[in-house]
C-alpha cells in the first residue's frame, strides 16, 4: 500500500492490512511465518514540510536461527508504533550542523509518499531483541568440536589463552632458537 501526500492532504488516510508470509523481505535470517497485520492511520501533520505521522499497532510471527545454537526460533512481535517521517529534502536543506534530539527520531522519504510495507518492516527489524535465543537456558555451540551443547554435552575443554603475553612467548622462542 502507498500512501500519497495527496491523499493525506484531503484526509487522514486509515489502514487495515493483511500482508502474507514472503512478501516484505527482512534482513537475510529473520524470515516471515505468519500474516503481518496491521491497522492504523497516517496524517499530514504539518503541510508546508509535509511531515507524515504514522500510528497503528501490527502483530506478526517471525522465525530466525538462534544466536547461540543456531537452532530455529520463532518469535510472535506484537508492537504498537508512532513514527513521523520527513521528505529527504529537509534533511538535506539542514546541511551537517548539529543535529537536535527531535530529529533522531524522524524517518525520512523520497518522492510523494510512503509505502506502508517498507514502514511495516522497519518496525519489525525494531522490535526484534537484541539477541535471539531459543531460550535463557540455551548453552549454545562448542567452540572446540561444534556440538549444539543443549542436545548433548560433549566433554571439551577449550583452553583459556591469555593474548597478553603471546608477544613475550614468540620472543622467548625465537631467543631460545639463537642459542
Sequence with gaps: MFITLQELDQRVVRFKV?????????DGKVAQSSVLGAEGSAELLNHALGEIRLQGSL???????????????????????DLVYMPTSAAVEGGEDEIDEAAVEVGYYEGNGLQLNDVLREV?????????????????ICPVCGQNRNQRECGCQAAAVDDRWSKLKNLRAEIGQRN
Design 124 to 140: 519489525v527489524l525494531l522490535a526484534l531483541p537484541m539477541q535471539l535465543v531459543c531460550s535463557e537456558r540455551c548453552k549454545g
Design 18 to 26: 493483511e500482508i502474507p508470509a514472503g512478501e516484505i523481505e527482512f
Design 59 to 81: 502483530q506478526v510471527t517471525v522465525n530466525a536461527p538462534c544466536d547461540r545454537c543456531l537452532e530455529p526460533v520463532s518469535l510472535p512481535i506484537r508492537s504498537p508504533f
